[in-house]
Nanobody, 119 residues
Framework: VQLQASGGGLAQAGESLRLTCVSP???????????WGWYRQAPGKQRELVAQ???????NAADSVKGRFTISKDNARKRVFLQMNSLKAEDTAVYYC???????????WGQGTLVTVSS
């Protein structure tokens, strides 16, 4: 599964950004039988899970973003979103779109989009 992430950029603390992940050639049945998520990697740190949404819509999010970030997906448009509100400087990282087959467990990664938050 090929993934493309977009929407990163520069924001001031307290502002919002919205990330979008698309898979240009994915068919609907493949999209809906995957778990979709966003990970991030800050400079000098390990990649960490930000939020994940299952095929059934169950959401798992990191404590550090709960109440501020929202993951969602649009099955019809085959897109996954990460709405990031109340951004903090510590949210600065490269954000990666991630997909994992529900039945196969096979993982796919997007190329990453940089989010920089200035305080």
């Amino acid at each position: 599964v090929q993934l493309q992430a977009s929407g990163g950029g520069l924001a001031q603390a307290g502002e919002s950004l919205r990330l979008t992940c698309v898979s240009p050639r994915i068919i609907l049945s493949t999209f809906t039988n995957h778990y979709w998520g966003w990970y991030r990697q800050a400079p000098g740190k390990q990649r960490e899970l930000v939020a994940q949404i299952t095929d059934g819509g169950r959401i798992n999010a990191a404590d550090s973003v709960k109440g501020r970030f929202t993951i969602s997906k649009d099955n019809a448009r085959k897109r996954v979103f990460l709405q990031m509100n109340s951004l903090k400087a510590e949210d600065t990282a490269v954000y990666y779109c991630h997909a994992q087959g529900r039945d196969t467990g096979v993982e796919s990664w997007g190329q990453g989009t940089l989010v920089t938050v200035s305080s």
